[in-house]
């Protein structure tokens, strides 16, 4: 008897591989700020082996959003041990934050 239902383990890497892209447009520039802080949060994100999908939805997301984009999460949310989202008004803002993506550094991480 043929499926009517499409596999979900398909849906699921669909879904997976989008879900990388939102996630990359909705922390902002400083996703790939630096090489370290780029591997951290995929890492994080639980992201083990990055697909071609994955890539080409990156780099589409990356041409839409080249500049623009307004500010995402602050990466002290992300990276930092015992932290959360939610600010408590005494972040540090030393206006060094980027204003486009850096292709570089993703490369880099992605070579690894």
């Not at 370290?36 to 697909?51: A, H, K, L, S």
């Not at 995402?72 to 980027?98: T, V």
Request: glycine residues 10%; contains cysteine.
């Amino acid at each position: 008897m043929d499926r009517i239902l499409p596999d979900s383990g398909g849906v699921a890497k669909t879904m997976m591989e989008s879900s990388l892209a939102d996630f990359m447009q909705e922390v902002g520039y400083g996703f790939c700020a630096s090489i370290e802080e780029c591997r951290n949060i995929i890492m994080q994100f639980g992201v083990r082996e990055v697909t071609a999908a994955q890539v080409a939805r990156v780099l589409g997301m990356m041409a839409r959003t080249h500049s623009g984009l307004t500010d995402g999460i602050p990466l002290q949310s992300i990276s930092a041990p015992g932290s959360g989202i939610w600010s408590d008004g005494k972040d540090k803002s030393d206006g060094a934050q980027a204003h486009t993506w850096n292709v570089e550094v993703l490369i880099d991480v992605l070579k690894e």
